[in-house]
């Protein structure tokens, strides 16, 4: 039976929950809720069927579009489970290196909103909302990480951002946060409060564009030298390759030591019986095996082929470097919990027992042999640097480019993000943005920007352009020149420290207009946190003898003013100058 409303009120009048602990790195969690609309409420027995069956679905999309799909860590599962006096489907999958993962996961989560139409479906990893975060650009500016908890779902195959009160735009939409209950109340009661922006979701399922397509090419099959037990775990299960190539990326010197031994007699997998096969592998593994320099062990140098024949030693070398992780993983004590390595282990004894025979040549023969083109490990360092700056849309068609298509775009993209993001005036404005519904080019969103057009959005900086307005400011005439001595009469410790910094050649203009402003300052007491009768006068002195390049005596009390002064009259001056710097946008 669904909890009535005085059941909620009580519930929330009296619940404090506990804060959950972080996510561990490179983690990702999901939560799946079925939400019935007001017109009708399900049993508790026919809810969970229901959530039943979106498992169900869940495994036939795995089979139909991951069948041979590896991942990194650990594969998307789903638990029911009951919290917070909801029963839903969750699941957590530590996807490691392979940011792929994430987003596989992503799609399915978002192919099973398609089929169901009352799922509502939350995803987020240790960054928290990391679809916001791919979205950052096209955001509203009151959602705030203090306040996006609960607030993004995903629901048929939208993304779904639950908005504050229209009456709350200004303060309290910056403090209301959600829990799961309010967001079930505001999805079920207040549809208005639902913003769709397309904007929004195609900013956040951007990497997702290619999907399902793109499951298949990030996968990369290569043949590779390796020993016959090696090839016959693989044959039973080839995503055992994953963490064997992560065993290897890992190593420390515990891990090497079995490594190290003359004798291949303690290894499990010794250098003979080498067979040729082709491997599935997940692109992120492959370029972690071939970008590592790891000489071969004192067991393997014999066994390696020369250099003579590049495409032969490459296939020994990557073999080389997966059965080194494979015998690290098995023989690491601190991996024997783990169920890939008790699996393994099984298979081996079962071969060790004889209960189970290694694969002749004729079977793996008749197996893939496919290998697949490396280009997209090739890295063309001019390409890739004219991306980052901005200059990598390329027109021809025959450039190559560095890495694969995809690569590519998500830097430029990254990029260009970037260049909008520093150009951008509006960006720290604390005004509010409702998109509607559906559209996010609406009047009311208009209303919130700043459309000013003369400020500066170049962020430059230009000395000698800072020195003629600093020159006008204090009514100076633009082209002003004064002698270098008379600068140095007064405020010599300042000239001498620029000058020690290897400015003297380019800060003549900021020398003479640091001298000057010191110089009123001085003179009208503004630098002195004490001034006296006595001080102001000796100011006045040492200004004076300044002008007419009297160098030689200021007299003991400008002497000693200056000498107390000069370091907290140069950081003054340095700070205004770096306010000044970090403000180009801004009148003087």
């Not at 990029?415 to 150009?423: G, I, K, R, Y």
């Amino acid at each position: 039976m669904a909890p009535t409303e005085e059941d909620i009120a009580w519930f929330k009048s009296t619940f404090h929950p506990v804060p959950k602990p972080r996510l561990p790195d490179d983690c990702v969690e999901y939560s799946l809720y079925l939400f019935p609309t007001a017109s009708r409420t399900w049993p508790e027995s026919e809810l969970r069927q229901r959530l039943q069956d979106v498992q169900r679905y869940a495994t036939t999309l795995q089979k139909q579009y991951l069948k041979e799909y590896i991942w990194q860590r650990e594969n998307f599962s789903l638990k029911l489970i009951d919290e917070d006096a909801f029963t839903l489907l969750q699941g957590r999958t530590e996807y490691g290196d392979s940011i792929e993962d994430e987003w596989v996961i992503v799609w399915l989560l978002r192919e099973l909103t398609k089929e169901f139409d009352d799922l509502w479906v939350r995803v987020n990893d240790n960054d928290g909302e990391f679809l916001l975060i791919e979205a950052a650009e096209t955001l509203p500016q009151w959602l705030e990480p203090e306040v996006a908890d609960n607030r993004v779902w995903i629901h048929q195959s939208r993304l779904t951002i639950l908005k504050p009160p229209h009456e709350k735009k200004a303060a309290s939409s910056k403090s209301e946060k959600l829990s799961i209950w309010d967001a079930q109340q505001i999805i079920l009661k207040e549809p208005k409060r639902l913003m769709k922006s397309t904007m929004v979701e195609e900013e956040a399922f951007h990497r997702l564009r290619n999907y399902p397509d793109q499951i298949a090419k990030s996968m990369h099959h290569a043949q590779i030298i390796i020993p016959r037990r090696i090839a016959y775990l693989l044959h039973q299960k080839p995503s055992y390759i994953s963490p064997a190539v992560e065993a290897f990326y890992l190593r420390d010197p515990i891990a090497l030591k079995p490594l190290s031994e003359k004798s291949a007699s303690s290894l499990l997998f010794s250098p003979e019986d080498f067979v040729t096969t082709s491997v599935t592998i997940p692109r992120v593994a492959y370029a972690q095996l071939r970008s590592q320099d790891f000489p071969a062990p004192k067991v393997w140098k014999d066994h390696m082929p020369m250099r003579t024949n590049p495409e032969e030693f490459t296939r020994a070398e990557t073999g080389m470097k997966l059965a080194c992780g494979f015998e690290m993983l098995l023989q690491d004590t601190q991996n024997q919990d783990k169920t890939n390595v008790r699996e393994m282990k099984m298979l081996l004894e079962d071969l060790d027992t004889g209960d189970d025979v290694l694969p002749t040549d004729a079977e793996i023969s008749q197996g893939s042999q496919q290998q697949d083109s490396e280009e997209w490990l090739d890295v063309n360092f001019q390409e890739f640097e004219q991306d980052l700056a901005g200059k990598g849309k390329r027109n021809t068609t025959d450039s190559a480019g560095f890495g694969d298509k995809m690569a590519q775009e998500n830097l430029q993209r990254l990029v260009s993000q970037f260049e909008n993001f520093m150009n951008d005036d509006d960006s720290d404005s604390d005004d509010n943005w409702f998109p509607d519904e559906d559209s996010e080019n609406t009047a009311e969103d208009n209303s919130y920007k700043d459309t000013s057009d003369g400020e500066d959005k170049d962020a430059s900086f230009n000395e000698a352009d800072l020195a003629k307005m600093m020159r006008e400011m204090m009514g100076m005439p633009p082209d002003t020149d004064i002698d270098n001595s008379d600068v140095r009469g007064m405020v010599p410790g300042v000239v001498q420290e620029l000058e020690s910094e290897g400015e003297e050649e380019n800060a003549d203009d900021i020398q003479t207009l640091m001298s000057r402003m010191e110089a009123e300052l001085n003179e009208s007491g503004a630098l002195d946190l004490d001034p006296t009768t006595k001080k102001i006068k000796a100011t006045q002195q040492a200004v004076r003898k300044g002008k007419a390049k009297a160098n030689s005596k200021a007299g003991e009390e400008g002497s000693k003013f200056h000498q107390d002064n000069q370091q907290v009259d140069f950081d003054l001056m340095k700070e205004l100058l770096e306010k000044f710097k970090g403000q180009p946008a801004h009148s003087g």
